[in-house]
């Protein structure tokens, strides 16, 4: 399983790079994917809804009426929830989305997606290049020149590239994150995987 190695002009080099069978060449487990896709959307959820109770509701709690001899419905106090501004019966309540999934899971899901990107072609492996100082000009110029400027990309790095990830900040569609931080989500939001030289070579470390 071999790739070419392109330059940031979007030229082909003489360089290739070998891939992990292990990690771009297995059968694709659709559940795994799922579970860990389901428990990073979960983890986004920040679970403060509240809404306020009979009991937590301002007010008195006098009955309105007698129980009896009015000819209407018995009610009880101004915080009956059948009122305009009385409490809410089994409201939300604050509590956590987290869900727990095993780390050989999250590990197989990674795995299966790298699997996919590489059999559909979406894989494009560059050299390792730095940028001086944010521009996204710069950056977007890169995504022209390998014609995906239009298409969901990410660019996973080595190492903590800040200005790189400064510069696609401004673009809705590209994402850059280190290959150490990548996780399943990012992956399948993208219709391009772009893996600088040297992140590849980590992954392997990382997904043993």
Same mark, same amino acid.
């Given at each position: ?83 305009r501004g009385g409490?809410?019966? *089994? !409201?939300?309540?604050?509590? &956590?989305?987290? /869900?727990?999934? $095993?780390?050989?899971? +999250?590990?197989?899901?990674?795995? @299966? ?32 020149? *390998? !014609?995906?400027?239009?298409? &969901?990309?990410? /660019?996973?790095? $080595?190492?903590?590239? +800040?200005n790189i990830y400064?510069? @696609? ?38 997904? &043993?």
């Amino acid at each position: 399983m071999v790739l070419d190695v392109y330059n940031i002009k979007g030229k082909k080099t003489k360089k290739q790079v070998k891939l992990p069978k292990e990690i771009f060449g297995i059968s694709p487990n659709e559940h795994a994917v799922y579970l860990d896709v389901k428990q990073y959307l979960a983890s986004q959820r920040l679970g403060t809804h509240k809404s306020k109770e009979r009991g937590e509701v301002k007010g008195s709690r006098r009955k309105l009426r007698k129980q009896k001899g009015s000819g209407a419905a018995r009610v009880g106090d101004i915080k009956n929830p059948i009122f305009r501004g009385g409490g809410r019966v *089994f !409201g939300p309540k604050p509590r &956590k989305y987290q /869900l727990k999934l $095993n780390k050989k899971v +999250k590990s197989l899901a990674k795995k @299966s997606v790298f699997s996919s990107l590489f059999t559909k072609s979406n894989i494009i492996v560059i050299e390792d290049y730095k940028m001086d100082k944010p521009s996204t000009k710069a950056y977007n110029q890169i995504l022209e020149n *390998f !014609g995906i400027d239009n298409q &969901k990309t990410l /660019l996973t790095t $080595n190492d903590n590239c +800040k200005n790189i990830y400064l510069s @696609s900040r401004n673009l809705k569609k590209s994402d850059v994150a280190q290959i150490e931080n990548v996780n399943t989500y990012q992956l399948m939001n993208a219709n391009k995987l772009i893996m600088m030289e040297s992140s590849i070579k980590n992954l392997t470390e990382l997904l &043993k």
